[in-house]
C-alpha cells in the first residue's frame, strides 16, 4: 500500500481547496452541510455551525451538527459574525460565550470573509475533546477563506439560477399572451374578410368602381393580418413545445407544385418565374405535410417578395447522405433560390431569429413581420433538419433545408 500523500492527510490544506473546490458548483445548503461534515470528521468534532448571513434579496443560510436551535442562534448569528471574531481576546470571543450557549470543552470559530466583507462564519466544538491546538486555529481559518470563495460562487449561481427561472416565466406569460391574443382577432378577422370577399362577389348587390377598391383593399389586408396572427400562434404554440406533427409519406416534388400553384397569381403580378428542378428519384419523406408546405411556402413568398419584377426562382431537391440501399436513412435537401438583393452574410443568422427584418426588407416597400423564417426554422428543427441561408450561384440568396428521409425522431437501425 502507498504511503498517504501529503494532500490526502486531514489537516492538508491542499486537501482542503480540493474538497471545497470540489463543492463550488453546489448550492449554499448542501455547500454549508458538507463544510461542516469535513469539518466534524477532520477536527474530531461533536457539534459544528457553519453560518452565512442574509445578502440582499438572500435570506441566511445555516447547517448545524450536534447543537440545539437555541445554541445555533446564539453561536452562529451573536459570536461568529461579530467585527470582533477576529480578536481573540475581544469579550465577544471568551469562551464564556460558548458556555452561555451550554458548550462546554473545546470550541474555535473563524469567519468566512470574502472582498473585506464578512459573509458568515464556521464555528465548532468537541466538547469532551482536547483544546485545539494554533495549528488547528490556523487551518480553520483558511478553511474559512476557501469556505467563503465557494459561498460568494453559490449565491451567485442561485441568483443567476433565479433570473433564468423569471426569464422562463416571463417568456412563457408572453407567449401565453401571443396565444390569447391571436385566437381573439382569429374569428372577427375571418368574419370581416368573408363579408368583404361576399360583397364583391358579382352576385350579389351591384357595388362602385370606389367600393369594389376598397372592398378588394379590406379582401387583402385582412389576409395579410390573418397570415401573421396564423405565424404568431404558430410560435407561441412552437415555443411552448405543443405543436404537434402528424406524419405521412409525402412526395416532394407534388408539394413543391402545390406550393407555386398557391402562389401562381402573386407570382404572376410581378412577372416571376418559378422552376422546379427536382429529380425523379428524389426521396419520399416522412413528415408532417401541412407544415412542410408552410416551411416551403414562407420561402417562396419571400422569394416573390425579394426577388425584382420578371426575377427567377428555382427550386431544387437533391438526395443527401445516400446509402446503397437507394436513400433510405440519409437527408433530402430542398433549395428556394432567386436572383434578389441576396442576404448579407452578417445577416444570416439574425434572419431566423423572430420579428427581425434584414436590409432587404427596409429598403422597399416590402411587408412583412419578421416571423416567416423564424417558424420556418422552428419547424424543419421540429422535424430533425436544419435550414440555412447562402449566396446563389450568380447572385440572390439561397436557402437549403435539409430533412430526414426518416421523419422526426426516428432512430437509425
Ligand atoms: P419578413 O419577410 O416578414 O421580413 P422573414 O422572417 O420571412 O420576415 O425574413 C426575415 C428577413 O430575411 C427579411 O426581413 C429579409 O431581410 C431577409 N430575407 C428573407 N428572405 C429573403 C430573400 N429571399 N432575399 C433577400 N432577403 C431575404
Not at 41 to 61: E, K, L, R, S, T
Request: aromatic share 2%; proline share 6%.
Amino acid at each position: 500500500m502507498s504511503a498517504p500523500s501529503a494532500a490526502d492527510t486531514p489537516h492538508s490544506p491542499w486537501r482542503w481547496a480540493a474538497l471545497v473546490l470540489a463543492l463550488a458548483g453546489a448550492d449554499l445548503s448542501r455547500l454549508l452541510s458538507s463544510l461542516i461534515d469535513q469539518v466534524c470528521q477532520d477536527f474530531a468534532a461533536d457539534q459544528a455551525v457553519a453560518y452565512v448571513m442574509a445578502d440582499g434579496q438572500a435570506p441566511p443560510a445555516l447547517a448545524s451538527r450536534g447543537v440545539s436551535l437555541s445554541q445555533q442562534e446564539l453561536l452562529a448569528a451573536r459570536r461568529c459574525c461579530s467585527s470582533a471574531a477576529d480578536d481573540r481576546t475581544h469579550p465577544d470571543n471568551h469562551p464564556a460565550l460558548d458556555a452561555s450557549a451550554g458548550v462546554a470543552g473545546a470550541a474555535m470559530c473563524t469567519r468566512m470573509v470574502g472582498d473585506a466583507q464578512t459573509l458568515g462564519c464556521l464555528w465548532l466544538a468537541r466538547p469532551a475533546g482536547p483544546p485545539f491546538s494554533a495549528a488547528e486555529q490556523e487551518l480553520l481559518d483558511l478553511i474559512g477563506q476557501l469556505a467563503a470563495l465557494a459561498v460568494r460562487n453559490a449565491r451567485v449561481h442561485a441568483l443567476e439560477q433565479r433570473a433564468l427561472a423569471e426569464l422562463h416565466e416571463a417568456e412563457q406569460a408572453k407567449s401565453e399572451f401571443l396565444s390569447n391574443v391571436s385566437h381573439e382577432l382569429r374569428t372577427p378577422l375571418t368574419a370581416i374578410r368573408a363579408s368583404a370577399g361576399l360583397l364583391l362577389d358579382e352576385r350579389s348587390d351591384p357595388v362602385s368602381a370606389t367600393q369594389r377598391r376598397l372592398l378588394a383593399s379590406i379582401v387583402r389586408n385582412t389576409g395579410r393580418l390573418t397570415h401573421l396572427v396564423g405565424d404568431l400562434l404558430d410560435m407561441a404554440r412552437l415555443q411552448d413545445g405543443q405543436l404537434p406533427l402528424t406524419c405521412t409519406l409525402i412526395d416532394l416534388r407534388t408539394l413543391a407544385r402545390t406550393c407555386v400553384a398557391a402562389l401562381q397569381p402573386l407570382l404572376d403580378q410581378k412577372g416571376q418565374t418559378v422552376e422546379i428542378q427536382m429529380p425523379p428519384d428524389l426521396a419520399h419523406i416522412i413528415a408532417d405535410r401541412r407544415r412542410i408546405e408552410q416551411v416551403l411556402t414562407n420561402l417562396l413568398s419571400n422569394a416573390h417578395k425579394y426577388a425584382p419584377h420578371a426575377g427567377r426562382i428555382v427550386i431544387e431537391g437533391a438526395n443527401e447522405g445516400a446509402n446503397e440501399s437507394g436513400n433510405e436513412g440519409g437527408n433530402v435537401r430542398i433549395t428556394v433560390r432567386d436572383n434578389g438583393p441576396g442576404v448579407p452574410p452578417g445577416e444570416r443568422a439574425a434572419i431566423f431569429r423572430r420579428f427581425y427584418r434584414g436590409a432587404s426588407a427596409q429598403d422597399g416597400p416590402v411587408v412583412g413581420a419578421g416571423l416567416g423564417l423564424a417558424v420556418a426554422r422552428s419547424l424543419v428543427e421540429l422535424h430533425g433538419g436544419s435550414i440555412a441561408c447562402r449566396d446563389a450561384p450568380g447572385g440572390g440568396s439561397a436557402f437549403d433545408v435539409i430533412l430526414p428521409v426518416r421523419g422526426p425522431g426516428e432512430a437509425e437501425p
